[in-house]
């Protein structure tokens, strides 16, 4: 029994362990991701990768919005796990749900699928707290996509608190 593609190792026998299933080289990004309505959030959808060993299980449950505006709102629920020795949401986290968001809504805009797309720039402002325990939400625009490029801009908000300012590049992936 050989290991799934995503798992080989050249030249080596392949040996037990977790691994990303291959569904997304198979031809199946729908595969990677677990999205479909939120039974208890009328409105908003599950956004979580199927493999929950993967970074993005670390920030715990994200949900995911069109706004009527056009934006894309991505939410997630900060816990004591998620917090600096301040007692509010650690810098790292913030960043991180940034990143996934500008993913999350390039998805949600019908401009890319889960895959080999990734991060070219992202600038941040920090400019407020966030707190523990109250939902915090990463809000995206687009602000432009050339045929390789999204260009994207967003605020970290926190009910009517802004949490941070920040503007990132995604590189399409290619297709093949």
């Known amino acids: 029994m050989s290991a799934p593609r995503g798992c080989r190792r050249r030249g080596r026998s392949p040996r ?29 959808f599950t956004w979580e990768l199927s493999d929950p060993s ?19 709102r991505v939410r997630i629920y900060p816990e004591h796990v998620h917090s600096n020795l301040s007692n509010a949401v650690h810098g790292a986290v913030t960043l991180g749900l940034i990143d996934i968001s500008m993913f999350a809504a390039s998805r949600m805009f019908g401009l890319i699928e ?49 949490v941070a300012g920040f503007a990132g590049t995604i590189r399409k992936p290619t297709r093949r």
């Open 114 to 162: 889960a895959g080999t797309a990734v991060t070219l720039d992202l600038s941040t402002q920090f400019i407020g707290r966030g707190e523990i325990g109250q939902p915090l939400d990463s809000v995206v625009e687009l602000l432009r996509e050339t045929g390789r490029l999204l260009f994207l801009r967003g605020l970290v908000v926190q009910g009517d608190e802004r």
């Open 16 to 44: 037990p362990r977790r691994c990303w299933s291959s569904a997304v080289s198979d031809g199946d990004p729908d595969a990677a991701f677990l999205y479909e309505p939120d039974e208890e959030n009328p409105g908003w």
């Open 54 to 72: 993967r970074f993005n299980a670390l920030l715990g449950p994200m949900r995911v919005r069109q706004e009527d505006d056009g934006t894309v």
